[in-house]
Nanobody, 115 residues
Framework: QVQLVESGGGLVQPGGSLRLSCFAS????????MGWYRRAPGGKEREQVA????????VYADSVKGRFTISRDNAKKMVYLQMDSLNPEDTANYYC????????WGQGTQVTVSS
């Protein structure tokens, strides 16, 4: 069973940066494309913002393209999300998971962008 633990969120001013981290326990991590997702307040659906394949190919949602960078370290079982030029619309709880047949979701890490 894979457990996902996200960290690195916080309160940041518009234009600021944060780096999120996700640790995925279990050896199966290295075999899957991993994604970062977010759920904004107000009952919005969870959306995928970025994904990275096992070989490092990345894809981004249009809303974050050019501002966010996803990466992974297979040896450490970690996935990262560097977020720059943050704006209030990025406020959400952020989660990581594989992109198909989700594992159980972790608690996520809250990102709040506000002045």
């Amino acid at each position: 069973q894979v457990q996902l633990v996200e960290s690195g969120g916080g309160l940041v001013q518009p234009g600021g940066s944060l780096r999120l981290s996700c640790f995925a326990s279990g050896s199966v991590f290295v075999g899957y494309t991993m994604g970062w997702y977010r759920r904004a307040p107000g009952g919005k659906e969870r959306e995928q913002v970025a994904r990275v394949t096992t070989s490092g190919t990345t894809v981004y949602a249009d809303s974050v393209k050019g501002r966010f960078t996803i990466s992974r370290d297979n040896a450490k079982k970690m996935v990262y999300l560097q977020m720059d030029s943050l704006n209030p619309e990025d406020t959400a709880n952020y989660y990581c998971n594989r992109v198909v047949a989700y594992w159980d979701w972790g608690q996520g890490t809250q990102v709040t962008v506000s002045s």
